[in-house]
């Protein structure tokens, strides 16, 4: 093993390890903490609820900046031989559509939140949205296109591999 092979393992951690902490995290984010914060009244879990969003949003901007960085790498790495057929290229494309989608999903929704924390009818009640149009939010868009991305990292992984042989 060679210092290259030791560097392309560590970028893949590091790729690896962002990912998880960001789609963990927004795992953690929609499924337990959104929920049970919808049902609390209470100014100081509210306030707890805006201190943990600034928090994670601290460690999803971490996370993006180190798959952004590391998948670039490992993508030069795994194209430059030139030995990657059609079939791990459309999906590696597809895979870069998905993540520059969750990128604009989580951005966009920001956007939204700091805007209506500025408006001047922020004090009327919102409409409760339901169903489909509740569930399509931007978090929970993002994380199925996260969960899919993992999917097709390991579709890749499997082309990668079995091209290689």
């Not at 031989?81 to 993540?99: D, M, R």
């Not at 209506?116 to 009327?124: P, Y």
């Not at 169903?131 to 499997?158: E, K, Q």
């Amino acid at each position: 093993m060679n210092i290259s092979d030791l560097f392309n393992i560590f970028i893949r951690w590091a790729h690896l390890i962002s990912a998880t902490a960001w789609v963990g995290g927004s795992i953690f984010w929609v499924l337990v903490l959104n929920p049970s914060m919808k049902h609390s009244e209470i100014s100081l879990i509210k306030k707890f609820h805006s201190q943990l969003s600034t928090e994670f949003r601290g460690l999803v901007d971490t996370c993006i900046f180190v798959l952004l960085a590391t998948g670039a790498i490992m993508t030069f790495n795994r194209l430059t031989p030139g030995n990657i057929g059609y079939p791990y290229a459309l999906i590696l494309g597809l895979k870069i559509v998905f993540v520059f989608g969750m990128f604009y999903f989580i951005r966009a929704k920001r956007h939204l939140n700091f805007i209506s924390k500025f408006s001047l009818t922020e004090h009327h009640e919102k409409p409760k949205s339901k169903g489909l149009t509740r569930f399509l939010n931007g978090y929970n868009i993002a994380l199925i296109l996260g969960l899919s991305v993992y999917l097709l990292s390991n579709l890749l992984n499997l082309i990668y591999i079995s091209t290689i042989s």
